[in-house]
């Protein structure tokens, strides 16, 4: 069986093809600048016989893609002509699995696409404006161009819906969650999920407890016990906890206040201020964190403090979580800066012995492929890397959900 997962932003789509129940994954892509004339594509196609860690073959593509429908009719062509072709047809995808960032308080695990899943996600727009109306639009094409395939929708929200009642409250009147649901969702939930499963398997502790901690462009910590969330540093979107490459992470909510009251801004203002202009971008003028690395190399003030900042809030929020979880059996870097950052694990590490963390720094510096584990002789907390696969996970979710159908 193939399982085709769509992960559609607002101007971009990732995407990953699995053979199933091998979960072999057969080919991916990155679909960029939708809404350009100068859209790009890059499209990988992996050798089953190559040996881990070997490099697919991958293709470039710039080309015009007026909207994401022209951008997967695109991609559909990819996956069925050669070269880099992987099937004949699209009939032969079964499932196309759609990462969907919130699935509110309705949705806490995977769910089939129906028009009253589709009416959902809709109604949801208003709480995530960038992420939910980019996901069903990408729904939307796939079930034009995908008729014969069933369509599921994996939530960024659901894997946090464990979280207690007095994690995910906020200190404002009740009736603002009864009748609006203000409160504390959570997201990255299938990278922390998949991560946290792989961690309990090597540690051979199904009830360990966790601080998974996912830096890519958006970033958040979950503290995980028994592969259920108790906390998690976002909150009811995707900006609260810890600073992110555009986004302020955690802010005193009297800033916000003195920006609107004070200082002119309309509520769009800060919207932006807060989700695109903020995080490391704002303190130190670029949003990767190869560039503030290469920065911070030569002495560079600016980057010196975002990444002191950075690292700082991480590990206050290791503080907390280990109070969350009443202890600590391990720690999990993930994702783009979580897997290649060196610097950010040894800030993240430093004077933490009170936590029982003492890093390796000898295997920090190493590069290899899959789990790594990184803690020193002394350490009691296992420090560990586990590269992220969101795609992964949701095929395995779509796998599931249709077991048990
Ligand atoms: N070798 C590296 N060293 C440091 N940071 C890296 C490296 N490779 C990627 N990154 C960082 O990872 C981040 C993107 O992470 P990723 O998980 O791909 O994000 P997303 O999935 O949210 O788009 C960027 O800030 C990028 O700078
Ligand atoms: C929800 C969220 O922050 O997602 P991303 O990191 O992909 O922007
Ligand atoms: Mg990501």
């Keep these: 069986m193939n399982i085709f997962v769509v992960n559609s932003g607002s101007s971009s789509i990732k995407y990953q093809l699995f053979r199933w129940p091998a979960e072999q994954p057969v080919c991916s892509g990155l679909v960029e600048r939708i809404g350009s004339e100068q859209a790009t594509i890059r499209h990988k196609v992996f050798d089953p016989q190559a040996p881990e860690g070997n490099p697919p073959t991958e293709q470039f593509h710039t080309l015009p893609l007026p909207d994401h429908e022209v951008g997967l009719r695109e991609v559909v062509r990819l996956l069925t002509e050669q070269p880099g072709g992987v099937i004949q047809d699209p009939g032969e995808i079964a499932v196309v699995g759609h990462r969907v960032v919130h699935g509110g308080e309705v949705f806490a695990a995977t769910a089939l696409i129906t028009e009253e899943v589709k009416a959902e996600i809709k109604r949801l727009f208003v709480l995530v404006p960038l992420h ?14 995908f008729i014969h395939a069933q369509q599921v929708a994996v939530f960024d929200t659901a894997f946090h819906q464990t979280m207690p009642e007095y994690a995910y409250r906020y200190a404002l ?76 992470g955690d802010i005193d909510p009297s800033v916000l206040l003195h920006l609107q009251g004070q200082l002119g801004y309309s509520a769009e203002q800060v919207s932006t201020l807060l989700n695109k202009q903020s995080g490391m971008l704002g303190l130190a003028g670029s949003n990767d964190m190869r560039d503030i690395g290469q920065a911070l ?26 109070a969350t979880l009443n202890g600590l059996d391990a720690i999990v870097f993930t ?15 430093q004077d933490m012995e009170f936590f029982g963390l003492q890093l390796d720094e000898v295997k920090n510096q190493e590069r290899a492929p899959g789990l790594r584990d990184l803690s020193g002789p002394d350490s009691k907390v296992r420090i560990l890397v586990i590269p992220t696969s969101e795609e992964l996970e949701i095929a ?9 159908e």
């Design 132 to 145: 939910n109306p980019a996901n069903y639009l990408g729904i939307e094409v796939a079930e034009r161009l």
């Design 297 to 322: 190399a030569v002495g560079d003030a600016r980057a010196t403090l975002a990444y002191d900042l950075y690292c700082y809030r991480i590990r206050q929020y290791i503080g907390a979580y280990t």
């Design 335 to 349: 994702a783009g800066v979580g897997e290649n950052d060196a610097m950010v694990r040894a800030r993240v590490c």
């Design 396 to 404: 395995r979710q779509c796998a599931q959900l249709l077991a048990n």
């Design 173 to 248: 009147p009740t009736a603002l969650y009864e009748e609006q649901r203000l409160r504390k969702y959570g997201f990255h939930g299938t990278s922390h999920q998949f991560v946290a499963a792989q961690a309990a398997t090597y540690l051979s502790q199904p009830d360990a407890r966790l601080i998974t901690i996912h830096l890519g462009n958006g970033c958040s910590m979950a503290a995980v016990r028994g592969g259920r969330s108790l906390d998690t540093t976002m909150g009811f979107g995707p900006l609260g906890g810890l600073v992110m490459g555009t986004r302020s």
